[in-house]
């Protein structure tokens, strides 16, 4: 019996040595193949971010159009021709500014110690440093002295240019806010250095508090795609102007009453509306920075959803109420409705029970309407309702996000005041600036004539001949 336990233990012993070795050997050949696969797989995320940035991206920065459309439709014909060259003057500067400057100032050095002069700016803004470029590894790459094993393992996630391109995007649509509130009467040179500090300085350092991982971000202040962060920062900005500026020539009575200035060509109006739309869902899909797994699709779709919703709903609000606050349905308020409803879910789209997006999107909607008449009442000239839509319905969508997403009210409070007083006071400071010294408004005789004869001595519509208005000055 001894005999046979003995044979049957070496046996056992022998099996479990031969298993141990043949384990040992797989393990040896196919590690090498499994560490490949992780590869590929990091190698399929990166690519599908950087895809996302630079898709989402191109979508945003159509929105560049639709503000165009929008301004150009909303103004007399004697000024459609100014508003598409500051339009396109816009999204240039902008993009030199965010490339020279601007990024580096919102995000390079943000949570680093960070000194000028003695005083410790860490947490408030980025660095310094001019211009931005691809990593080091991104440039071996391409030059063939590196590899993707070298880029993916800087741990970023996405190619580096591809984030700055999603990032400029964003900076152009705030200064585009400003050029419509200020339309026919504010000077093409002094807007565009206007756009230029707002571009370089302005934004990047609000951007920098929350996005850049700042003071605002450590706070939990919360605003997923910006209705703080781009939109009323925008909204402050063209208050300011508007301000400083002041109304168009005849636009309101000697008795305080709005004349009315229709918009001259609806159709562009609303094409414009229409293209801004679209472009929000890149605005807000995008803004989950991220196409690498299934639940950045399911996020991405839930976000375009809640943006839709917003905007339907804000639409639809914005015409029911048009008629007891403006004394007629108004196409034009239902127009900026659609616009609040999609500034108010940007701050926090990324919720599923999605009821709470047509509540979001109808509230931006009164609000939107309400601001439209406030700013008569207060005698303040916005030619496309750029502060009501963008300003209100921002600070609005900041607050819902306690409602949406559980955002601490008294977090979302402090973003609001501490962004609005330093948007605001920055752009006072520099609009003021610019009227003592180049003055920030066009003569009253370039004003009646219209920019486009006056400043660019060309006409918009040759063929038609434009009718001389009457002004309570004359």
Known sequence: MKTMVGAFNRSRIITLLAATGIATLLLFVFRPVAAEAAGVEEEAVFIFNTFAFLVWGALVMWMAAGFTMLEAGSVRTKNASMICLKNIGIYSIAGLAYFILGYNLMYVGVGRELSLFGVDFGGLIGSFRLFYESSAAEAALLAGNGSAADVLAEGVGYASMSDWFFQMVFVATAASIVSGALAERVKMWSFFLFVLILTAIIYPVVGAWYWGGGWLDDLGFVDFAGSTIVHSTGGWAALAGVLIVGPRLGKFRKDGTARATPPSNILVVTLGVFILWLGWFGFNGGSQLALGSAADAVAMSVVIVNTNLAAAAGVIAAILVSRPIMGRIDLFAGLNGAIAGLVSVTAAPNFVDHPWALLVGAVGGVLVVMGLKLLETLKLDDVVGAIPAHLIAGVWGTIAACITVGATFHVQLIGIVCVGAFAFCASWLVWKGLEKTISARV????????????????????????MPEDFDED
């Not at 003569?443 to 434009?466: H, I, K, N, T």
């Open 443 to 466: 003569p009253y005789s370039v004003e009646r004539l219209g920019q486009d004869a006056g400043e660019l001595g060309m006409e918009s519509y040759p063929e038609f001949v434009l």
